[in-house]
């Protein structure tokens, strides 16, 4: 009998145990060696053991780690600045993760308005699909049932409505709405991306209507679609924005970026964080910035990315009975599966690439933004191979029938 696990039993973990991480390769404790497009769910946007970010935390490590927030940390000064110089934003709080980005970018849009004297106005429309982090408050903002059953009554002022239409965004609005809350890639959601026109109408009717524009990019923001965040493909600009993951590159790091205006009512006391903007966190933070910021960084980003779409195309073409559509911007991509997903994911771990599931029957590619053209094929070369055992299994299954 299998010895119980003191874990929590939260999780479906596949059977693979690594030991070491190399560029885009994970080591497994076998020596067995796996091609890593799942990058810790498009957080280790670096790869694995980057020189520039080993070298930074190590050089903090040896100074100071954590000071919480009663005194200043320079590189929170530093990494701010960048942020704000390389975006739309004025202001920047520092989280440990993407749902703590959420949770203050949703505290930032409710306070904005009841200091502006609406306490009334706290709603906040939402899309069906999204997926905003696991808090209370980010589960009601998702509003996906599976993830809300059994912790009691749904937290209050989120309002769904279908992905991508505008008109019911206009009937949503009432006199209590405070903002609009979307990723412009929903991730989990099965990489659902929002059309420009659509982020340019959700922008012109916040404008219309004094309502604040919320991105979430935790997913799809530092480079990973090909541009630093993926609302500049659409030329707006948000009021608030969350931003983890990839700013880390693997270190707990997440940020909510601001306009001066939207970000008028965080007051001092009205948030807070223990470990937000920790020395560590901003060493990593920094040392990431610099590599993707670097002349030519988000150009091999697009280009890697080109590689990869020709690829899957001819993947959707030569194998229509499993794959189905192909979705997603730069290095942000969806295989939607005919089959079920588990089996084409189970099929790809076979020939040692790594993916993540996703909603709507759909397996995430999200490798590391260092990932060379030549990773790149022979990613698509193994999930070629992943799609011709899945092919193979169905034909076997269909002549016994």
């Known amino acids: 009998m299998a010895e119980a696990t003191p874990l929590y039993e939260t999780y479906l973990r596949a059977p693979l145990r690594f030991e070491r991480g190399e560029g885009v390769w994970l080591i ?8 890593d497009f799942a990058a810790g769910v498009a957080v280790n946007a670096l790869g694995h053991a980057h020189p520039h970010l080993v070298d930074a935390l190590k050089a903090q490590a040896e100074k100071v780690w954590h000071l919480s927030n009663l005194y ?8 701010g600045k960048r942020l704000t110089e390389a975006t739309f934003a004025d202001k920047v709080f520092f989280t440990n993760s993407g ?13 904005y308005h009841f200091s502006k004297g609406h306490p009334e106005k706290f709603h906040i429309i939402t899309f069906e699909g999204a997926f905003h982090g696991r808090t209370l408050a980010t589960i009601a903002a998702g509003g996906q049932a599976k993830y809300l059953e059994g912790f009691g009554p ?18 949503a609005i009432t006199e209590n709405t405070a903002a609009i809350l979307i990723e412009p890639v929903q991730g989990e959601g099965g990489i659902r991306t929002a059309s420009n026109e659509f982020l340019r109408a959700l922008r012109q009717l916040c404008d219309d209507k004094g309502l604040l524009l ?38 707990p790091l997440g940020a909510c970026l601001a306009t001066a205006e939207a970000a008028s009512g965080m007051k001092a006391g009205t948030h807070g964080s223990t470990y937000g903007g920790n020395p560590l966190a901003m060493a990593v933070g920094n040392a990431v910035l610099d590599v993707i910021l670097a002349d030519g960084f988000l150009e ?21 009975d499993v794959v189905e559509e192909i979705r997603g911007e730069g290095l942000m991509l969806g295989i939607k599966a005919k089959v079920p997903n588990a089996e084409l994911l189970q099929a790809m771990r076979a020939e040692h690439i790594l993916g993540v599931p996703a909603g709507d029957n759909v397996i995430r590619l999200l490798p590391p933004l260092i990932t060379t053209a030549e990773e790149a ?18 034909e076997k299954q269909a002549a016994q029938a």
Not at 28 to 35: H, I, P, Q, V, Y
Not at 101 to 107: D, G, N, P, S
């Open 154 to 171: 749904k937290a209050p002022g989120f309002d769904q409505i279908p992905f991508g239409d505008i008109e019911a965004v206009k009937e």
């Open 99 to 111: 749902a703590e980005a959420l949770e203050c970018a949703i505290k930032t849009a409710r306070r």
């Open 28 to 35: 497994a404790e076998n020596g067995e060696r796996f091609l």
């Open 300 to 320: 091999h980003v697009r280009d890697v990315a080109l590689v990869f779409r020709q690829g899957l195309a001819a993947l959707h073409d030569r194998f229509p």
């Open 214 to 251: 919320i991105l979430d990019e935790v997913q799809s923001g530092v480079g990973r679609t090909g541009k630093l965040f993926a609302y500049e493909w659409a030329g707006i600009t948000p009021d608030i924005m969350a931003v983890a993951k990839g700013i880390g590159g693997g270190f």
């Open 377 to 394: 094929r022979e990613g698509l070369s193994r999930i070629e191979r992943a799609a011709e055992r899945v092919h193979g299994a169905h």
């Open 72 to 79: 200043e940390v320079p590189g929170q000064e530093t990494l």
